[in-house]
């Protein structure tokens, strides 16, 4: 089994900062992509950011030059540092992976962290 263990959310006030982390553990293949949605009430999941395993990444307009997504290949472990905070940004965050073996690809997720930017 594969696990997606995500922490560092919480309630934060407008301007702020928090960083996320997305740890995998498990019978996991070759990552080719790690990445963060996140889901407000009443909205769709939306991608906030993804990042290859060769470190392209590729942001939500509305996070750019705000958030800044990376990862740890040796540890499996991607990363949201999340500045100027604003209360749109509030949502449950999710990791996502997806990774490859042979021509077999999958997407896994975790189980979602709540972030609250309220002052």
């Known amino acids: 089994q594969v696990q997606l263990v995500e922490s560092g959310g919480g309630l934060v006030q407008p301007g702020g900062s928090l960083r996320l982390s997305c740890a995998v553990s498990g019978n996991i293949f070759s990552i080719n992509f790690m990445g963060w949605h ?5 909205k769709q999941r939306e991608l906030v950011a993804s990042i290859t395993s060769g470190g392209r990444t590729n942001y939500a307009d509305s996070v750019k030059g705000r958030f800044t997504i990376s990862r740890d290949n040796a540890k499996n472990t991607v990363y949201l540092q999340m500045n100027s905070l604003k209360p749109e940004d ?3 965050y999710y990791c996502n992976v997806e990774d490859q073996i042979g021509p077999v690809r999958r997407v896994l997720w975790g189980q979602g962290t709540q972030v609250t930017v309220s002052s």
């Not at 996140?38 to 009443?42: I, K, L, S, T, V």
């Open 90 to 92: 509030t949502a449950v």
């Open 38 to 42: 996140r889901q407000a009430p009443g």
